[in-house]
């Protein structure tokens, strides 16, 4: 493989370059990680350009409905969009569940959009491994905004909006009495809450969800300058999705405007780094030559409760340093 080559044609924003890119970047073989590696060094200076949006809701909310109606209001601000759709990956065959490539039609059709579905391969919070790689390749080759549209269970939310400057979580119209279960937590990560399909007969009950919502935010303290809003909208009519763009756009002008826009980046290149810190010492810890055999060892007396799961750490520890 031709970096020199693949570096300009990325720069010059060719879609089969990146492509090529990020299925190299997504490659687990030694060799393609280190030509990874100096890809990514010689694209970094030029990354760092765009507004990452991060879109979480559990399956049915209509993420990709709403993803296409606001890459096409996007898109008539003359902006281009990449899009990185995050299948949850099968935990027994570790195939894509998905299979979402159909998705988006309208948008995929545009010529300044670039979509990829990506399997999470097992990845924490179903965030493939190696989204921020593409998220840099993508800026590198000129895309104005990165969505990276994901399934919301579990860990994702923490996991996605680690990588992004505005994080968007996606909910469903309930006229009931309980709050859909979302936790605390998620409501304090989340930057805005959106409450699709407010049409048809579920006007009413988007409206209702709405107020549930801003009634349980009242009671947090915000964790930013920013008060997290509320939003409704109909993403097959279109209806609010203007109004949910302009809503990001204020919060990149003023959270660049007072610094916070920056703070957050640097956090997570901060965090970025311990991650990829961890999972190299897991990988040398599990790849020794004197751990081999004993790892597996140790597991088994954990699992028999003969030893400790501290005990049996510390000894792994003490052999590798």
């Known amino acids: 493989m031709n970096n020199k080559i693949n570096v300009e044609q990325i720069l010059k924003g060719s879609r089969v370059a990146l492509a090529k890119a990020i299925t190299l970047i997504e490659s687990k073989k030694p060799s393609d990680r280190v030509l990874a590696q100096s890809l990514i060094n010689k694209i970094l200076p030029h990354s760092n350009k765009s507004i990452r949006i991060g879109i979480s809701g559990s399956p049915g909310v209509g993420k990709s409905t709403f993803i296409e109606a606001l890459g096409l209001q996007i898109l008539s601000q003359g902006k281009k969009i990449a899009v990185l759709a995050v299948d949850p990956s ?34 924490s919070g179903g965030v493939t491994q190696k989204s921020r790689e593409t998220i840099l390749l993508c800026e590198a080759a000129g895309f104005d905004v990165v969505i990276v549209e994901t399934v919301g269970v579990g860990q994702n939310e923490v996991t996605v909006s680690n990588m992004v400057d505005f994080f968007l979580v996606m909910l469903l119209p309930n006229s009931g009495d309980e709050l859909q279960g979302i936790k605390k937590g998620i409501i304090e990560l989340a930057d805005a809450l959106i409450i ?14 709405k107020s549930q919502y801003e ?49 957050r980046r640097a956090k997570q290149s901060k965090d970025w780094m311990w991650s990829l810190i961890t999972d190299s010492i897991e990988l040398k810890l599990k790849s020794h030559p004197e751990l081999t055999t004993l790892i597996p060892q140790l597991e088994e007396m954990v699992i028999k409760e ?14 590798f340093f």
């Open 90 to 123: 099968s935990p027994v065959t570790g195939g894509s569940i998905l299979g979402d490539k159909t998705r988006m039609e309208k948008l995929s059709r545009e010529s300044d959009v670039f979509i990829r579905p990506s399997p999470s391969s097992g990845a």
């Open 196 to 209: 699709n399909k407010e049409d048809g007969d579920t006007i009413q009950a988007a409206q209702q969800t």
């Open 215 to 263: 009634s349980a935010l009242r009671l947090l303290t915000p964790h930013s300058f920013w008060k997290q809003k509320v939003l409704t909208c109909s993403a097959l009519e279109t209806k609010n999705i203007d109004i949910t763009w302009q809503m990001i756009c204020e919060f990149s002008k003023e959270s660049k405007k007072n610094g916070f826009f920056q703070q």
């Open 306 to 319: 003969t030893k400790t799961p501290q005990a049996a750490a510390s000894e792994i520890i003490k052999k």
